[in-house]
């Protein structure tokens, strides 16, 4: 049961947070405008939050980027193992993308897969996201991987617990949203596959053989819950 709704949240994370960052960074070219650097470093981070809140079982914001950060992601990359860019990656850029839209200043962002973590001739930080995007994947892969392991019991379990926080921090406002849609016209349900759901679209639910179906009003990942219940 445990590995069935495993196996069901990372394929909802590499058909919506992969997929997205698989087009945002390699099927649009680095330019200096409209080469989507700010939401494609900014879901890389998300990203490492996300799976920061479910391996603590429930540390949130900073503290679960900085759990992931410092127990996974360095471990692998050894070149971010410094505490002021943690603060960077989580203050300067990260915050800057969420409230702004912009990072602040002292950073500069490119898409070439060279030339990470150097310094510019304007004196600034040079974030490659391609770069880092990669080693983000190699530590997404060995989470999944040791995740799936059916010997890592005690991993597997930690991960539910973390799991079942993070489904009750998604469902925390669908009271208001229900309130709301009570008297607004229903949007035709239409019967599509993954293939053709855009990113971050309704619509999208597992069964207990995690298949993809199309359904109607629920969120994505609320079919998830019925395992742990």
Known sequence: MNQDIIKSFFRLLDDYLIGDLNTMIYKVLDMPIGGLSYPSVHTILCGMELLGIVLSKGKKDEHAFGYFWDNYFVKDNSQYNDKRLQKIFRYTIRNGTAHFFLV?????????????????????????????????????????????????????????????????????????????????????????????ISSGASGVNYNQKTEIIARKTTTSGTKLQEFIK
């Open 104 to 196: 602040k200043f002292g950073i500069q962002l490119t898409k070439r897969n060279k030339g990470n973590l150097t310094k510019t001739q304007n004196d600034e930080l040079n974030i490659d996201i391609k770069s880092f995007y990669l080693d983000f994947q190699k530590t997404y892969q060995r989470i999944k991987n040791e995740s799936l392991n059916k010997k890592n019991q005690q991993l597997q379990n930690s991960f539910i617990e973390g799991y079942r926080i993070l489904l009750n921090e998604l469902q925390a406002t669908k009271q208001d949203v229900n309130q709301y849609i009570q008297n607004i016209p229903e949007f035709p349900t239409l019967n599509v596959n993954l293939q053709s």
